[in-house]
């Protein structure tokens, strides 16, 4: 399933890395994009929502609601 979450302390490609190695850790078989201007986080996973949402968190960045 596609998630989607609003990531509003993307601020550079780093950040999008940074992220996108954290949910990779998690869930080695996502499909992850970052859409750094919008601020949004795509992930093709079988994960729920709040397993990719701990994932962020645990790369130091806050989802929105």
């Known amino acids: 399933m596609m998630i989607s979450v609003k990531v509003p ?5 780093v ?3 940074t992220i996108t ?3 990779l ?3 080695p078989k996502a499909q ?5 201007p919008n601020k949004i986080v795509n992930v093709e996973t079988q ?5 990719i949402k701990g994932a ?4 130091g960045h806050e989802c929105a609601d």
């Open 9 to 13: 302390s993307i601020a550079c490609e």
């Open 15 to 17: 950040c999008a890395e």
């Open 21 to 23: 190695k954290a949910i």
């Open 25 to 27: 850790h998690s869930e």
């Open 32 to 36: 992850v994009t970052v859409d750094v």
């Open 47 to 51: 994960a729920s929502v709040d397993v």
């Open 56 to 59: 962020i968190a645990q790369a």
